[in-house]
């Protein structure tokens, strides 16, 4: 369950930017997450819930924005996937190459003073 180590992080670098802003709530947290880190947004968003309690992160709001990977295929040129490919969704064939995809950003976070 590689959604808590991702949740802890996220908490930390926000509880961080927090303090440092004085803030006395975290009211929205905005990411961006590459689909072939392959996490389940709703999981994510469960699992931050729950370790944000008591902190000034409690009841933020995740909104997880999830990026897609490039595939580039010699036949077909580029297009986007929403998951990792071994090969071409279009024409199945294995000369790709899968760029972009692995992001794992906080965007933005609201605060309130
Ligand atoms: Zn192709």
Known sequence: MHELGIAEEILGIV???AERNQAKKVSAI???VGV?????????S???DHI???TLAEGAALEIEEVPVRVVCAACGEMESRSF???CPKCKGYEISVQGGD???????????
């Not at 072939?36 to 994510?44: F, G, K, N, S, T």
């Not at 992001?103 to 003073?113: G, K, M, N, P, R």
Request: charged share 35%.
């Open 85 to 87: 490919a071994w090969e």
């Open 36 to 44: 072939v880190r392959a996490i389940e947004p709703e999981q994510l």
């Open 30 to 32: 905005r990411l961006r």
């Open 52 to 54: 944000a309690r008591k």
């Open 103 to 113: 992001a794992l950003e906080i965007v933005s976070v609201d605060i309130e003073v």
């Open 46 to 48: 469960f699992i931050f």
């Open 15 to 17: 509880l961080a930017e």
